[in-house]
């Protein structure tokens, strides 16, 4: 069955860069969510979109924007990169903004030098 | 608030032994629950998930986990763990009226000893 899949696995920025992570949701899902993992913690939720539209809003710095397009994937901006940013970023997603079950992608490691 | 909580960051077992990983929440509202397993540099696979109805859900891997309304708790269990079982587990919540965004717990970090 078709997975969450997410680019670029893997990403290695320098201070005060941007970066752009897609996620691409299992087929006929229409609802993305963004969560952060830094080293040794638990996932935190950042955002999350249902039908294009922004359904709700977690510890997501101004600094990061995201959306999500007319085919469900979605984007997640990341600009003037800073070190605490490295973090292994998670998406997820369902079918239905009342849906009880998220998958998860493989995530993108994201490293700040 | 919404919270959820593992109550130890490791706990280490000898194969075969059985295993229980502790998860308590705290909410008013309706909730939803599930255990994510995380292997490492890998994504979250689910266990299992409580949405309503029978208390004993049974997951993958033979694992299993108990919702209990009035200690707020959903322990994960397994019988008998094999070294394959090493892993960081999640329990997580999604509560009524937060458009299913998960609440994770800071995770339990399961070492399987021969």
Redesign the interface.
């Known amino acids: 069955a078709a997975g969450v899949i997410q680019s670029p696995r893997h990403l290695i920025k320098e201070k005060r860069e941007t970066a752009t992570l897609k996620c691409y949701p299992i087929p006929r899902h229409d ?1 993305v ?1 963004w ?1 952060q993992q830094g080293p040794g ?5 950042l955002i ?1 979109f ?1 039908e294009k539209m922004q ?2 809003k ?1 510890s997501i710095p101004d600094r990061f924007s995201a959306q999500q397009f007319s085919d469900y994937h979605s984007e997640l901006n990341m600009s003037s990169l800073e070190l605490g940013d490295s973090a292994l970023y ?1 998406c ?1 997603s ?1 079918l239905g ?11 993108t490691r994201l490293l700040v030098l | 608030a919404q919270s959820v909580t593992q109550l130890d960051s490791q706990v280490p077992v000898f194969e075969e032994a059985p295993v229980e990983l502790r998860c308590n929440y705290s909410s008013s509202v309706s909730v ?1 629950l ?1 255990w ?1 397993v995380q292997y490492p540099n ?5 266990l299992l ?1 409580y ?1 309503s109805g029978s208390t004993l859900v049974k997951g993958i891997n033979g694992f299993e986990a108990e919702f209990n309304k009035s200690q707020t708790s959903f322990h994960l269990r397994k019988p008998s763990v094999h070294i394959s079982d090493t892993a960081e587990y ?1 329990c997580a919540g ?1 509560f009524s009226g ?10 339990t970090r399961l070492a399987v000893h021969p």
């Open positions: 609802t969510y969560y913690q638990d996932p935190q939720f999350s249902y359904s709700d977690g998670f997820a369902s903004q009342g849906a009880e079950t998220q998958y998860f992608g493989p995530g | 939803y599930f994510y890998q994504g979250l696979q689910l998930k949405l999640f999604s937060g458009y299913n965004k998960l609440i994770f717990g800071a995770g």
